[in-house]
Each structure stands twice: as C-alpha cells, then as structure tokens.
C-alpha cells in the first residue's frame, strides 16, 4: 500500500506527564463526598497524557473521536460575551482561544502521526476512532491512519454538511468536514437500530403510491433508515442554546449520533482534544464513561462549566507541569454564610462558582456550583450546601481567571446549629 514520509519521521520516545488531582466535582453536590468519579477532564499535552494512561487503559477505550487542528494556520478567539448580535463580529468581546499554526506541513504530520500512534494503542480491539479534519490535511492523515489500522480497516468516510457565509469567489464554497472512521476489528461496535432516522417524506409517499417501488424491495418506513456516509447538522453558530464561545465547537447532535452508534452504556469514550467539551458532555448524557483532555485552560474551564449540566461527577487533572491562571481575589469580593447558605458578593465577570464546604488543603472537592446562563440572565450567587467546617470558594471568570477564597467557618454559627 501507498505510505506517506516527511522528514524526521520516526516515532519519538514517550514521555509521560506527571499527572495530579485538582479536584473533584460533584454536580448539585450529588455523591459527594465518597463517590470516585470514572470520568477524567485532564489539563496538559495530550501526547504526553496519553503516554501517562497507557499503562492503565491500553487496549480498553471502545470510542476515540479526535478533532484536532486542521492545519488552517490561522488564530482563533474565543467570544466571551452573552447577548451580542452574531452579525456585528467588531463588537464581539474576545480573548484568545488557540492556534492552529505551523512552520511546515512536516511538522503538522510528525503532531499527528505521534498522536494517532497513541490512540490506535488504547483503541480496544472491538473500539472505533473517528478522526475529524478537513481539506487541508485530511488526505494525508488517511494514509496515516491506513499505516497503523490497515487500509480495510476503514469503516467510513464521513462528511459533515453545513451551511454558512463565505468570502470564496473565485471556487465553490467549502461548506463540509471529512470524520475517517477507522476499527480495529471485525467485531467493532455498530449499533444501527440506535441511529436510525425518519425516511424523506418523498420516499414514504412514493411507496405509499406504487407498489412498483423500489423495485419489489419494501423498506420498514416505520422504522426508519441507518443515515448515509453524508450528514447535514447546523454549525454551532446558528444553534445559539449550545454555543460556548470556544472556537471550532462542533454540533451536540453530531457528537450524539457517534456516541451512540459506536459505542454503549458504560463504555469509555475518550477525546484528546476536547475544546468545548461536547464529547464528554455527550458521553456522559448517555450514561457512557469519559475521559477528555486538552491543553489549554480555557478549553478545561468551558468542559467544565457544561459538565456541571450532565449531572456525573468527574476529576480534574492537570500535568505537574501545568496550572490554572490564578489571581488574588480583589477587596470586594466577599463571602458570607449563613444556615449552610454560601453567599458571593464580587465585581467580577463571573463564567462558574463553586463551593466546597470541608476543604482539605489538596483536592478542592466541588459539593455546590453556579455557571452563568447561556443566553443572558445573572448567575446565582447563593448555594446550598453540606456541613461546613474549612469552606473554600473557587471562582472562574469568563476570561478564564481563577481565584480562590479560604474561610475559617465556626461549625455551630456556619451551620446554623
């Protein structure tokens, strides 16, 4: 078969994070404090985090999507403002979100190939890896992938549809993204009756008029069909209710029909580069097991935030190496407490809050939380929480700030006894 070769190219040693807990969260305080979470949010290099998690899960992830830069060599922001109109981009409030950029095609290929080395060893034998990129790399990384699965491991190329302004006149617009989705074996997962989708109402009433249609094949209409190799899901910014802000968030529903199809309740689903979180927010819905990874806190911040909605708890774990932006928390912050009440009281621009109630000093433990709407609307500034006896405070803003907030409490006065 055809293989692909750049300069250098060789499989680099491996290097693997130092990985620590930073804390755990327990959405609406539910199994806290006993329950160990299966589910993993990982700040740092996911090539160094992979090498950290084989010795533990090599062979043992059902599902991998990976959506990866696509070597556009361009910067992306990421839009941090609720309630601004779509169509004026000047008078959006930005901070930086990441870059896809590089110095050549080599060392794009030589990021990938690394990385798809890592992921085709932690694949399961029965496990799917759906790799997302687009024109500008994506035939390159077949051949990649073809060297590591094998050429006939392909299950699917997939394009993703969509809809959208463009500047391009002198071409046709480039309006779809390409999925390689690749197994190792022929006993993958493929769960088709879990996908099926509504037949065109031009079939159902082209059988329901000839019995000559389909040439004597008569399909279940009731049922439904197993969608093609070609999907249409709106981008994220015509679906206001899901947008995060992060750049590149891809769609919940092209994330859930994935999920679905290739994996089941309580497999381990895993994404390694999960910006915006929609893997690990989708896996969780559908009671799967996750672990998600990123290198860039603020793609950590905003899983997190929507995490909070899924209703599991998950750690968060971040490489030695590596932290959260922290701040000293201004003079007009304050917190108040009263009958297992948390009360805030801050200028600042707030993305989530959350309280944990018996601080140890190590692994902040997330028992109460607030995230700011969507769509508009004020966070809350009051919690509900357990019995409190070292209550700490931890609070993100929407630039991705993060500041913490130790308080002595008294047990009989803080718990209203």
């Not at 804390?23 to 992979?50: E, T, W």
């Not at 997302?132 to 699965?149: G, P, Q, S, T, V």
């Not at 299950?155 to 617009?173: C, D, K, M, Q």
């Not at 971040?318 to 917190?335: H, V």
């Amino acid at each position: 078969m055809p293989s692909i070769h750049w300069t250098g190219k060789r499989l680099a040693p491996l290097e693997p994070a130092s990985l620590i807990t930073d804390s755990v969260v327990y959405p609406n305080g539910f199994g806290y404090p006993r329950l160990k979470p299966v589910n993993r949010l990982i700040l740092g290099d996911n090539l160094a985090v992979m090498a950290a998690l084989l010795s533990e899960y090599e062979g043992k992830i059902q599902l991998i999507y990976a959506d990866p830069p696509f070597f556009t060599n361009r910067k992306y922001n990421a839009r941090i403002g609720r309630g601004e109109d779509s169509r004026k981009p000047d008078e959006w409030k930005l901070v930086k979100g990441y870059h896809d950029s590089w110095m050549n095609l080599d060392e794009y290929l030589d990021f990938i190939y690394q990385r798809l080395a890592l992921m085709y060893r932690l694949l399961a034998p029965n496990g799917t890896l759906y790799l997302h990129l687009d024109w500008h790399a994506n035939a390159y990384a077949r051949l990649i992938l073809d060297e590591f699965f094998g050429a006939d491991h392909l299950l699917n190329e997939i394009v993703w549809a969509y809809h959208g302004p463009s500047p391009i006149r002198s071409a046709f617009n480039r309006k779809h993204d390409t999925i390689l989705s690749y197994v190792k074996g022929k006993d993958h997962t493929f769960n088709s009756d879990a996908v099926r989708e509504p037949y065109n109402p031009n079939t159902v009433n082209t059988f329901k008029s000839s019995s000559k249609a389909g040439f004597g094949k008569v399909p279940d209409l009731a049922r439904g069909k197993v969608p093609e190799d070609w999907w249409y899901f709106p981008v994220v910014a015509r679906l206001h209710r899901e947008r995060t802000g992060y750049p590149t968030q891809k769609p919940s529903a092209l994330l859930e029909r994935i999920i679905l199809a290739s994996s089941n309740p309580g497999d381990l689903v895993a994404d390694f580069f999960c910006g915006s979180g929609t893997t690990p927010y989708m896996a969780a819905r559908h009671g799967r097991r996750f672990i998600a990874c990123d290198d860039n806190f603020r793609a950590i911040h905003t899983s997190h935030a929507r995490l909070l909605a899924a209703g599991t708890a998950f750690s968060i774990e971040r490489d030695s190496s590596l932290g959260f932006p922290q701040s000293k928390a201004p003079k007009s912050t304050e917190i108040r407490i009263a009958d297992r009440t948390v009360s805030l009281r801050t200028n600042l621009d707030l993305e989530y809050w959350e309280v944990d109630p018996n601080w140890d000093g190590k692994i902040f433990r997330s028992a109460a939380q607030a995230k700011r709407p969507a769509r508009g609307g004020e966070i809350r500034l009051e919690l509900k929480t357990k019995r409190m006896s070292n209550l700490c405070v931890r609070i993100v803003t929407a630039r991705g700030r993060q500041y913490q907030l130790n308080v002595q409490t008294i047990p009989d006065a803080a718990n209203g006894l």
